[in-house]
């Protein structure tokens, strides 16, 4: 009996010590003569807000080969999305190793750990179990931010900045793209700050978007009113009007009250053309001729607005210099120099003038008329609609659009060319 019971003992030791045999070769694990020592986790709380939102992986290995190389790779899944972290073993004899997964939203996570060989082999695979947590990285925030009016003019300082984080797609390989509308130059995602300032004038709805690839997105808007600059006011002042010439004489773009036209355009034309004009804010014009100037500036802006402003300016001839035949005489007073010629001139024009009154005084009706065509309703010379101007002599002078002018004959009662 005794000999039976040895014999069932020893064929069941056989059993064992093959069965055990069995599973080492059926676990790549231990065949790889690799054991697990010791394995926790360790639930953390990374932003001190008092709700875990990480865990941490520590694992000892020990190898019986001389050397070994492994990859852990710590896998969480949520909601749909599967993301990973890995790290590199190279040891002899007993390594440990640490792996941490960050929360990258609210809710529950699966953990598993996966231990393969330098060939990609997984020899083991352990879960690690699943947990409740809030996310440990900031998820994607964009924020736009106007600096300046919600109302501007064309040219004001203008800037909009782009405030983006997003810390959970970087951690997990997951990065998103940006896209912004509304702006009318490309904007790059390099361009954190957007120069409006040289925008044209508009209504514009800024708007950023963001998506990574774990399905997180944001987005943020903003709307900015551009309106073109008003046309540019000023005044031209003139210095020396109806002053000889030679004397000092300056014409003076004057801007208006809280206007700045330093980098504005200035154009100036003179008729008659007194040649090239530079683009000045003053004109010297005490060397131009005796005559009547008519004076046109036009200033332009940044904007292609155009502004223009007229005048008008008389020089009067010098009696140092000779005169024209056709330009009003400056009378000299008492110094006038007479001669007898002048004085039969003088007799010869009262005889005529006299022979003009008589003709005008038997003239018929139609004749009437005709003199007195040059008259307004009131008796006042008739302009035509053409600007006027009194000298300082009292003497009435119009100025056509092309620059001429004409005096007024008060004996004939008639406009004639100067």
Same mark, same amino acid.
């Given at each position: 009996?005794?000999?039976?019971?040895?014999?069932?003992?020893?064929?069941?030791?056989?059993?064992?010590?093959?069965?055990?045999?069995?599973?080492?070769?059926?676990?790549?694990?231990?065949?790889?003569?690799?054991?697990?020592?010791?394995?926790?986790?360790?639930?953390?709380?990374?932003?001190?807000?008092?709700?875990?939102?990480?865990?941490?992986?520590?694992?000892?290995?020990?190898?019986?080969?001389?050397?070994?190389?492994?990859?852990?790779?710590?896998?969480?899944?949520?909601?749909?999305?599967?993301?990973?972290?890995?790290?590199?073993?190279?040891?002899?004899?007993?390594?440990?190793?640490?792996?941490?997964?960050?929360?990258?939203?609210?809710?529950?996570?699966?953990?598993? %750990?996966?231990?393969?060989? /330098? #060939?990609?082999? +997984?020899?083991? =695979?352990?879960?690690?179990? !699943?947990? &409740?947590?809030?996310?440990? %990285?900031?998820?994607?925030? /964009? #924020?736009?931010? +106007?600096?300046? =009016?919600?109302?501007?003019? !064309?040219? &004001?300082?203008?800037?909009?900045?782009?405030?983006?984080?997003?810390?959970?797609?970087?951690?997990?390989?997951?990065?998103?793209?940006?896209?912004?509308?509304?702006?009318?130059?490309?904007?790059?995602?390099?361009?954190?700050?957007?120069?409006?300032?040289?925008?044209?004038?508009?209504?514009?709805?800024?708007?950023?978007?963001?998506?990574?690839?774990?399905?997180?997105?944001?987005?943020?808007?903003?709307?900015?009113?551009?309106?073109?600059?008003?046309?540019?006011?000023?005044?031209?002042?003139?210095?020396?009007?109806?002053?000889?010439?030679?004397?000092?004489?300056?014409?003076?773009?004057?801007?208006?009250?809280?206007?700045?036209?330093?980098?504005?355009?200035?154009?100036?034309?003179?008729?008659?053309?007194?040649?090239?004009?530079?683009?000045?804010?003053?004109?010297?014009?005490?060397?131009?001729?005796?005559?009547?100037?008519?004076?046109?500036?036009?200033?332009?802006?940044?904007?292609?607005?155009?502004?223009?402003?007229?005048?008008?300016?008389?020089?009067?001839?010098?009696?140092?210099?000779?005169?024209?035949?056709?330009?009003?005489?400056?009378?000299?007073?008492?110094?006038?120099?007479?001669?007898?010629?002048?004085?039969?001139?003088?007799?010869?024009?009262?005889?005529?003038?006299?022979?003009?009154?008589?003709?005008?005084?038997?003239?018929?009706?139609?004749?009437?008329?005709?003199?007195?065509?040059?008259?307004?309703?009131?008796?006042?010379?008739?302009?035509?609609?053409?600007?006027?101007?009194?000298?300082?002599?009292?003497?009435?002078?119009?100025?056509?659009?092309?620059?001429?002018?004409?005096?007024?004959?008060?004996?004939?009662?008639?406009?004639?060319?100067?």
């Amino acid at each position: 009996m005794r000999e039976w019971i040895l014999i069932a003992l020893m064929l069941s030791l056989s059993f064992v010590g093959q069965v055990s045999a069995e599973e080492e070769e059926g676990d790549p694990f231990i065949a790889a003569g690799l054991n697990l020592v010791a394995l926790r986790n360790d639930s953390l709380d990374s932003n001190q807000d008092s709700i875990m939102d990480a865990v941490r992986v520590v694992v000892v290995i020990n190898s019986t080969d001389q050397w070994m190389d492994l990859t852990l790779t710590l896998i969480g899944e949520h909601s749909g999305f599967t993301v990973s972290d890995e790290k590199f073993m190279s040891f002899e004899g007993q390594e440990n190793a640490s792996l941490t997964y960050d929360s990258w939203a609210e809710g529950e996570h699966r953990l598993t %750990l996966e231990i393969s060989d /330098i #060939d990609g082999r +997984l020899l083991k =695979s352990i879960n690690i179990g !699943t947990f &409740d947590l809030s996310p440990a %990285l900031a998820t994607p925030s /964009i #924020d736009l931010v +106007l600096s300046g =009016s919600e109302i501007m003019q !064309t040219g &004001d300082a203008c800037e909009i900045t782009r405030n983006f984080v997003d810390e959970t797609g970087p951690r997990w390989n997951y990065d998103g793209t940006r896209s912004i509308i509304g702006t009318p130059f490309k904007a790059l995602d390099t361009d954190v700050e957007l120069d409006c300032s040289i925008w044209p004038a508009g209504t514009y709805i800024v708007s950023e978007t963001y998506q990574n690839g774990l399905g997180q997105t944001t987005t943020d808007s903003l709307e900015l009113v551009i309106v073109n600059k008003p046309p540019s006011h000023f005044t031209i002042e003139i210095n020396g009007d109806e002053e000889l010439v030679g004397t000092p004489c300056t014409i003076t773009h004057l801007q208006a009250v809280g206007e700045n036209h330093d980098d504005y355009q200035k154009t100036w034309t003179v008729t008659p053309s007194i040649g090239m004009t530079s683009n000045a804010s003053v004109l010297d014009c005490s060397k131009w001729s005796s005559g009547v100037y008519k004076i046109l500036l036009t200033v332009t802006n940044d904007e292609e607005i155009r502004t223009t402003g007229g005048t008008m300016l008389i020089r009067m001839p010098s009696p140092s210099k000779v005169k024209d035949v056709d330009a009003p005489v400056l009378s000299e007073g008492s110094e006038t120099e007479t001669s007898t010629v002048g004085l039969w001139g003088i007799g010869v024009l009262a005889l005529v003038l006299g022979l003009a009154v008589f003709v005008l005084m038997m003239r018929g009706p139609e004749d009437e008329h005709m003199g007195s065509s040059m008259l307004d309703e009131i008796g006042e010379p008739d302009a035509e609609g053409l600007p006027t101007h009194l000298d300082e002599n009292g003497m009435l002078w119009r100025r056509h659009d092309d620059g001429e002018v004409d005096w007024w004959d008060r004996s004939s009662l008639n406009w004639k060319r100067w």
